[in-house]
């Protein structure tokens, strides 16, 4: 059953790991541990230089796989622990949440939905697993999407604005009848200036009942 959809948005924009998968950083805080490093040394290899560095030159195809384990060994290695960069790309897949994925299909049914995913040329699909059976599951929420937007291909990343201003004149929609989610704040700040309305996922439960809010809809899932 659903309420009277928002006649003011005409498209829900997504980010797809953290938000329909469960968040890759819980896997780098296995990794990390692995190897003694702290909590989040990951994410924090990753803030410095954002623009720059190994994770967003191969998140825009500007380097190889071979060339971003590397990079990314030699950037970690800098900071106490050297972590090559393929093993942080062999935990980046995370697990479906098949809720979001109904709320995404009763979306579909009122406003136009694309996905925007900063990811790299490797693994199996835009999810980049190394399962493919994941792959395959991926694959099919993917094309429940009118449109996807992928950085490695794009050859520009999220929190660059001009990948929210490209996905919005693919679609043929203002910004401003835009809602975007992603888990990361980085990544939501540009949409918001664009104006977009802007959702954080923390959490399943959290982003259903606000994206509820924002889009009038109601989600029996």
Same mark, same amino acid.
Not at 138 to 152: H, K, P, R, Y
Not at 191 to 205: F, H, P, R, S, Y
């Given at each position: 059953?659903?309420?009277?959809? $928002?006649?003011?948005?005409e ?9 329909f998968?469960?968040?890759?950083? +819980? #896997?780098f805080?296995?990794?990390e &541990? ?6 989040d /040394? ?18 825009? $195809? ?5 060339? /971003?384990d590397?990079? /990314? &060994?030699? +950037?970690?290695?800098a ?8 093993a ?15 709320? @995404?299909k ?7 939905? #694309?996905?925007?995913?900063? $990811? ?5 699909g835009?999810g ?5 059976a994941?792959a ?9 999407f ?7 291909? +794009?050859?520009?990343r ?11 004149e693919? @679609?043929?929609?203002?910004?401003? !009848?835009?809602v ?5 704040g ?5 949409? !918001? $200036? ?12 959290? &982003?259903?009942?606000?994206? #509820?809010?924002?889009?009038? @809809?109601? /989600?029996?899932?």
């Amino acid at each position: 059953m659903t309420q009277s959809a $928002n006649p003011k948005i005409e498209a829900i924009i997504w980010d797809f790991g953290g938000v329909f998968t469960s968040s890759p950083f +819980e #896997a780098f805080n296995v990794l990390e &541990a692995e190897v003694g490093a702290p909590k989040d /040394f990951i994410r924090g290899i990753n803030a410095v230089n954002p623009e720059t560095n190994a994770w967003a030159q191969f998140e825009s $195809n500007s380097v190889s796989m071979d060339d /971003f384990d590397e990079l /990314f &060994a030699a +950037e970690s290695e800098a900071k106490g622990h050297r972590i090559p960069g393929k093993a942080v790309i062999a935990r980046l897949s995370g697990t479906l949440r098949p809720r979001m994925v109904e709320v @995404l299909k009763i979306c579909k049914q009122h406003f136009m939905v #694309a996905c925007i995913t900063n $990811n790299v040329k490797a693994g199996h699909g835009p999810g980049m697993d190394t399962d493919q059976a994941k792959a395959n599951s991926v694959a099919s929420v993917m094309e429940i999407f009118s449109l996807v937007v992928e950085s490695s291909k +794009e050859g520009i990343r999220k929190p660059n604005p001009e990948i929210y201003t490209r996905t919005c004149e693919k @679609l043929g929609v203002s910004p401003t !009848k835009a809602v975007f989610l992603d888990d990361l704040g980085i990544n939501l700040k540009p949409a !918001k $200036n664009l104006g977009m309305q802007t959702i954080k996922v923390l959490g399943e439960d959290q &982003a259903i009942a606000d994206l #509820a809010k924002v889009t009038g @809809l109601t /989600f029996d899932v």
